[in-house]
C-alpha cells in the first residue's frame, strides 16, 4: 500500500511537471499587492458569454453592475486538450488552476482514474483557503451538487457520481454550501458531519456568526426565480453569505454561481436566460457594495464558458440563438479593482484566475495550483 502511495506521488509529481502548473505563460501581472485583499468573492455566470449579457441589457433594458468594475477583460475556455469545455472542467480551471477532460471534477487528466480514488487530487482555492484559516463558502442557483459548486468542493472522475460528490462536500470544512437541493443530502447526514440543515429564506436569515450550514432550496424558484417555498434569491443568499463569512478575521473565500443562464441558453428560453443574468448581477451587485464599503475585498466576475451561440441581427435590431450548446469564444472576466494584476483588455487563461486570486491571498505560487 505504502509503495503504490509513491507511486501515486511520483506520478503525480510528473503530472504536475509535463502540464507546467507552476510559472504558466502569463498575461496577469506581478502589479498587486500581497496580502491587500484578505477577503475574494469568486462569481461565476455559468454560460454567461458576452452577448448573452448584451442581449440580457436589450431584452430588460437593464444596466449591469459588473459592467462599471474598473477591469474588464477576457478568458479563454479551454479544457484539458480541447478548445471546447463543460461547466465541471470550466470549474475545475477555476477553482484547481489546471485543465482537465470534460465531466471530470478536479482530479488530475493523466491518471484520473488512480488520482480521484487516492489522496493526490489537485486542491481547489477553497480548500486552499479554508486550510489556512479563512472561511470558504459555495453559493449557487445550481443544485448544490451541481458541476460548478463541485469543482470547488469535490474530486470525482465525473460530474454524474451526485453521492461521491455530495459525500466529498459533507467532508469539507467549508461554512457554507448552499443551493438547489441535492439527492443525496438530508437533514441526518449533514448534522452527522456538523452542518446546520436549512431549506427555506427564514432558515438562513436566522443563521448566526459561525455557524456552518448546508441549504437545499427549490431548485425550480431558484431557476425561475420565483418564490413558492420561501427561497432566496441570489442577491439574497449572497449577501447573508457575506454577513457570515466576514465575521472571520482571517478573511474568506466566497464562490457564487449563476447557473441557470446556461440551462435557459441551452433550451434558447431568451425570457429566462435574460431573466438569470440580470438576477445574477443583483448578486454582483451586493458584492461589489460589501466590497466597496470594506476595503479589504476583492470582487472577480467571469464565466466557465458561453453558452446558445447568441448573435446579433442588425437589421431586426434583436439577439438569437443559434445553438443549444457551449459556445468557444472567450468569456468576461471584470475585476473590481486595478491593483489585483489583471488589466483591462488583456486576455488571461482560465486557469490562471485562481492561481492569481491564491498569489494575492499570499500563498506563493509553489502552493497553488498544488496537490492537496
Ligand atoms: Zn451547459
Not at 429564506?201 to 436566522?206: C, G, V, Y
Not at 441549504?215 to 457575506?242: C, G, R, S, W
Not at 500563498?363 to 495550483?369: L, V, W
Request: with cysteine.
Amino acid at each position: 500500500m505504502i509503495i503504490i502511495k509513491k507511486l501515486i506521488s511520483i506520478m503525480t509529481a510528473f503530472v504536475l511537471m509535463l502540464y507546467g502548473f507552476v510559472g504558466l505563460s502569463s498575461n496577469v501581472s506581478d502589479d498587486y499587492t500581497e496580502g491587500k485583499y484578505k477577503n475574494v468573492i469568486l462569481m461565476i455566470g455559468d454560460g454567461m458569454s458576452f452577448n448573452n449579457l448584451e442581449a440580457t441589457k436589450a431584452v430588460r433594458g437593464v444596466k449591469l453592475a459588473m459592467e462599471t468594475m474598473p477591469v474588464k477583460t477576457n478568458s479563454d475556455i479551454n479544457s484539458f486538450i480541447l478548445p471546447y469545455t463543460d461547466s465541471a472542467a470550466g470549474g475545475t480551471a477555476l477553482s484547481s488552476g489546471i485543465r482537465v477532460w470534460v465531466n471530470s471534477l478536479a482530479v488530475f487528466p493523466v491518471n484520473p482514474v488512480i488520482t480521484s480514488l487516492s489522496d493526490n487530487v489537485p486542491v481547489t482555492i477553497a480548500e486552499l483557503a479554508k486550510a489556512n484559516g479563512k472561511a470558504a463558502g459555495i453559493v449557487t442557483t445550481d443544485e448544490t451538487s451541481g458541476a460548478t459548486p463541485s469543482a470547488f468542493s469535490a474530486h470525482a472522475l465525473s460530474r454524474t457520481l451526485e453521492k461521491d460528490i455530495s459525500k466529498d462536500q459533507l467532508k469539507t470544512g467549508f461554512d457554507l454550501i448552499w443551493g438547489g437541493a441535492s439527492e443525496s443530502i438530508n437533514e441526518e447526514n449533514t448534522a452527522e458531519n456538523g452542518w446546520t440543515y436549512i431549506d427555506s429564506e427564514t432558515d438562513m436569515m436566522a443563521l448566526e456568526e459561525g455557524s456552518r450550514s448546508f441549504a437545499q432550496f427549490d431548485f425550480d424558484d431558484l431557476k425561475y426565480v420565483k418564490n413558492e417555498h420561501d427561497t432566496p434569491t441570489i442577491a439574497e443568499m449572497t449577501e447573508k453569505a457575506i454577513d457570515l463569512l466576514s465575521a472571520d478575521e482571517d478573511g474568506f473565500f466566497l464562490m457564487v454561481e449563476g447557473a441557470c443562464i446556461d440551462k435557459h441558453a441551452h433550451d434558447n428560453d431568451m425570457e429566462n436566460m435574460t431573466l438569470s443574468a440580470a438576477e445574477f448581477d443583483k448578486a454582483v451587485a451586493a458584492a461589489l457594495a460589501f466590497a466597496e464599503k470594506d476595503g479589504e475585498t476583492l470582487v472577480v466576475v467571469t464565466a466557465d464558458h458561453g453558452t446558445g451561440g447568441m448573435k446579433y441581427n442588425a437589421e431586426k435590431d434583436e439577439y438569437y440563438f443559434t445553438s443549444g450548446s457551449h459556445d468557444l469564444d472567450n468569456v468576461p472576466v471584470f475585476v473590481s479593482a486595478e491593483d489585483a494584476g489583471f488589466t483591462t483588455g488583456s486576455e488571461v487563461e482560465n486557469r490562471q484566475i485562481p492561481v492569481q486570486i491564491a498569489r494575492i491571498f499570499g500563498y506563493g505560487e509553489d502552493m497553488f495550483p498544488a496537490v492537496k
